[in-house]
């Protein structure tokens, strides 16, 4: 787990006189702690590309100090953009302590106060700490339906004015504790959509993690109570999911803490996530019909378009009737019925293959506001077209009803 103290992220302003004050002391302190009379190639120095992580550089001495991952490249690139004469660098992340920390000082301004000799440079440096712009940190409590069909929470700390985020992700383990998982998630907006990609630390070294689509609006994220989108990632197990996400706004890092590690999931977020969710496993199917165990009925399936009417029995009285077609094309649902909208529909084979089941959402003159109708599909392969089969659902006036339905069937 990272050290929570390195974790504050407002970005911190430097001079090029105090950074390059600064990075030579650092390289100094490098040079005697190592007992080493240069500093040799730059790669190794400082820790990123083809280096060796067993001998000594800059990135593991300073993940010895905070306990968390440091990009060993951050520093360089600072290095040589002081080098094309940018007046003032900026610092985020660990490096805005860890710098002064491995030289003995405890932050910027206790440094700038007894290394930075010249008057002028220090009085700059000084002024420059005092009116740096504060940038405003968000926190976030995030919901989503897990790999153990439960609803996992998140902390996510929006950072740099939505340019970046954390995502600590806390499974509850059956002793009651919690386990931690940590992705750092970098920013790209798009008129009102947020893109977001994340790595976390795996082995040693930052690997990608997942990616978040978030609808924010035209208007200012930060002042939305919720925020929701979907995010596609590897879960636990290794497989490919998406889930619906919902960020929910807190007032402050603590608030957000003590909601995330509660056990009590709010039903107005339990309602909208639970069973949400899309997983892939983790085979590469050599036939058609290995894609998934139901494959093997995509010649079942292959029967279902055609035209449908549904007459609906309740006590041997017809009660109401339903048409519609599904294309053999496209499989897209059609209603058939004057003056009946289908607004939501969903078919599906279950039990092997062996029934099919037709669920629909109506609006319109329809008599149901809510069906549902199961047949078996055993008369769609012996190319039966009177089939009876059974229905429940709600009408106008939202009773529960059920009964028997005759299905009559003409194959496209």
């Given amino acids: 787990m990272e050290n929570s103290e390195f974790n504050e992220t407002n970005t911190l302003y430097i001079t090029a006189f105090c950074f390059k004050i600064l990075l030579n002391a650092v390289l100094e302190k490098f040079k005697i702690n190592h007992q080493i009379p240069s500093l040799g190639k730059v790669t190794q120095l400082y820790g990123f590309g083809n280096y060796n992580p067993k001998l000594p550089n800059l990135k593991k001495d300073f993940e010895k100090i905070t306990g968390g991952f440091v990009n060993g490249k951050y520093l360089y690139d600072k290095n040589r953009a002081l080098q094309t004469g940018k007046p003032i660098l900026k610092l985020n992340g660990f490096y805005k302590v860890v710098l002064f920390q491995y030289i003995g000082y405890d932050d910027i301004r206790s440094f700038t106060e007894n290394a930075i000799e010249d008057i002028e440079e220090r ?56 386990k931690e998982f940590l992705y750092y998630g970098t920013v790209k907006k798009r008129a009102d959509i947020l893109h977001i990609r994340t790595k976390t ?71 909208e996530l639970r069973n949400i969710r899309i997983e892939n496993d983790a085979v590469i199917p050599n036939d058609k019909l290995e894609i998934s165990l139901k494959s093997p009925y995509s ?33 897209k649902i059609t209603p058939l019925t004057s003056g009946v909208l289908i607004n939501r529909d969903h078919f599906e084979m279950i039990q092997n293959g062996s029934v099919i089941h037709f669920s629909f959402k109506l609006t319109g003159i329809a008599l149901f506001s809510r069906l549902e109708v199961f047949f078996k599909t055993y008369y769609l392969n012996k190319n039966e077209n009177n089939i009876r089969g059974v229905f429940s659902g709600l009408d106008i006036e939202n009773r529960l009803i059920n009964g028997e339905v005759e299905v009559t069937f003409e194959s496209a």
């Fill in 123 to 178: 009085t700059k440096q000084l002024e420059l700490i005092t009116s740096s712009h504060s940038e405003q940190n968000y926190y976030y409590v995030g919901y989503h339906f897990g790999e153990f069909k439960e609803i996992v929470k998140a902390q996510i700390t929006v950072l740099n004015d939505w340019k970046n985020l954390e995502y600590k992700y806390l499974y509850r383990q059956s002793d009651g504790t919690l």
């Fill in 201 to 271: 630390l795996l082995d040693g070294r930052m690997v990608e993690g997942g990616e978040s689509i978030l609808y924010i609006g035209y208007g200012d994220p930060s002042r939305s109570a919720f925020v929701i989108g979907v995010l596609s990632a590897f879960d636990i197990n290794n497989r490919v999911i998406a889930v619906k996400t919902i960020h929910e706004k807190c007032n402050s890092k603590e608030e957000m803490i003590s909601k995330s590690r509660m056990k009590k999931i709010p039903a107005y977020i339990a309602q």
């Fill in 299 to 331: 010649i079942t399936y292959e029967k279902l378009p055609g035209q449908y009417y549904f007459n609906l029995i309740q006590e041997d009285k017809t009660i109401g009737d339903l048409s519609f077609k599904i294309d053999k094309d496209t499989f």
